[in-house]
């Protein structure tokens, strides 16, 4: 069994890889900004991705880093860079420094389209830096990811609940659940990909159509919804609103409205993993009525 230190790990991604990790006998030391209660198998490191001796303490013996850390949303490009650039460069410094055999680097879907928000060209850089590194490394791209735990998604499956999806332009994408992505990155922290670049998904080939996984999301809470394409110039308007209303706290935001409304968000079936390495568990329609469950047990649905 291993020592993996893990950024992003109170997070939705981290919180499942640590469930993962620590079920699976490994030692988990993580990262956070927050007092978190002692657990079995884990060692919380106070501090962030900008206090260079707390990922020196995080990284001291490990031997792997999981690299779970990021800014899906900022206000300005700034924020993209201070979260996505400057932390990588600061968490592979110190994995360079400790000595640490593999990093595994969670980028996103949006690096292969650097030029068209600033949240993927900020994941652009930081897998450049990490190909640029001396460690052993790893870089995998999820698209869409969903599952119990997920806030992200919780509007759209409130929206789903009054009989309503609402949807980009039309396009495709691909998904990933939480545990499937967490199972993968497990994998990867052994084994002889060193140096590769993974897209991942749940196996479906092509993808989803928007208006797809929108009834999908609806067959999951059981309605039957009105599928609605927004057009950009409106979601774009809406977000200039949610800045107007929230300010830096908006939550749709012209760099998101960019990304949403690209037409071809569907993985490089060519880039998955191979088979001997990770195959997905969880097939999506499962996957989506146990996210419902989970916003209902939790009084969110």
Not at 69 to 75: K, S
Not at 109 to 115: T, V
Not at 265 to 294: F, H, S, Y
Request: contains cysteine; glycine residues 12%; aromatic residues 6%.
């Amino acid at each position: 069994m291993a020592i993996l230190a893990i950024t992003g790990g109170t997070g939705f991604v981290g919180t499942r890889l640590i469930a993962l990790a620590t079920g699976a006998g490994h030692d988990v030391r993580a990262l956070t900004r927050r007092e978190q209660a002692p657990r079995a198998r884990i060692e919380w490191v106070a501090g962030d991705l900008g206090n260079g001796a707390a990922l020196a303490r995080l990284c001291a013996g490990a031997d792997a880093v999981i690299h779970v850390a990021g800014v899906v949303n900022a206000p300005d490009r700034a924020g993209f860079v201070t979260g996505n650039i400057h932390g990588t460069r600061d968490i592979l410094a110190a994995a360079e420094n400790a000595g640490v055999r593999r990093f595994v680097h969670v980028s996103s879907l949006a690096a292969r389209e650097p030029g068209m928000s600033d949240y993927g060209w900020s994941k652009a850089e930081a897998e450049h830096l990490v190909e640029e590194s001396l460690l052993d490394t790893i870089v995998v791209r999820p698209p869409a990811i969903y599952g119990p735990g997920d806030m992200e998604m919780l509007e759209l499956f409130k929206l789903a609940k009054k009989g309503i999806a609402l949807l980009p332009p039309g396009g495709r994408l691909s998904v990933i659940e939480v545990g499937d992505l967490g199972r993968l990155l497990l994998a990867l922290t052994g084994g002889n990909n060193s140096g590769r670049s993974f897209d991942c998904d749940d196996g479906r080939e092509n993808g989803w159509a928007h208006k797809e996984f929108g009834l999908a999301i609806g067959a999951a809470i059981g309605k039957r919804v009105a599928a609605i394409a927004l057009p950009r110039p409106l979601m774009m308007a809406g977000a200039h609103l949610d800045r107007l209303v929230r300010g830096k706290g908006a939550k749709l935001t012209p760099d998101r409205v960019a990304y949403f409304c690209h037409e071809d968000w569907v993985i490089n079936a060519a880039r998955r993993p191979p088979a001997d390495v990770w195959k997905p568990q969880v097939e999506t329609n499962a996957g989506l009525a146990a996210t419902a469950a989970w916003y209902r047990e939790q009084g969110l649905l």
